[in-house]
Nanobody, 121 residues
Framework: QVQVVESGGGLMQTGGSLRLSCAVS????????MAWFRQAPGKRRELVAL???????NYSDSAKGRFSIWRVDAERSMYLQLNRLKPEGTAVYSC???????????????WGQGTLVAVSS
C-alpha cells in the first residue's frame, strides 16, 4: 500500500507565491520519477514538472522560469515552488509518483488526491 498526500494549496493573488508538498509513504523499496500535474476547470490534466531518481528535472513551458521542483529522498517528499502566479494557474495540482514496492519489487504508479491552487486577478 502506497499513500501520496499533497498539501500547500490555497488562494493567492496574481504575482504571489505558494509551495506545494507531496509526501509518499508505504512499503516502498525506491521512489523513482515524481511529478506534478494540474487540471484547470474544464481542461485536460497537464504535466507541470517532473523530477527523476537522479534529480533531473523537466518543466512545461508555462512553468519554466517561475516554478521549481525538488525532492528530498530521505523524507520521500517532493516540493513545487510556484512563483509569480497567474490566474490561469488556477487548478487542482496533483502529485504522481512511480515507485518500486518493497516486496515484491513491482513498479506501481500512484496519484494523490490533489490540492487546489486558486489565483485571483
Amino acid at each position: 500500500q502506497v499513500q501520496v498526500v499533497e498539501s500547500g494549496g490555497g488562494l493567492m493573488q496574481t504575482g504571489g507565491s505558494l509551495r506545494l508538498s507531496c509526501a509518499v509513504s508505504g512499503d516502498i523499496f525506491r521512489v523513482n520519477t515524481m511529478a506534478w500535474f494540474r487540471q484547470a476547470p474544464g481542461k485536460r490534466r497537464e504535466l507541470v514538472a517532473l523530477i527523476d531518481y537522479n534529480h533531473t528535472t523537466n518543466y512545461s513551458d508555462s512553468a519554466k522560469g517561475r516554478f521549481s521542483i525538488w525532492r528530498v529522498d530521505a523524507e520521500r517528499s517532493m516540493y513545487l515552488q510556484l512563483n509569480r502566479l497567474k490566474p490561469e494557474g488556477t487548478a487542482v495540482y496533483s502529485c504522481n509518483v512511480c515507485v518500486i514496492l518493497l516486496l515484491p519489487h513491482n513498479d506501481v504508479e500512484v496519484w494523490g488526491q490533489g490540492t487546489l491552487v486558486a489565483v485571483s486577478s
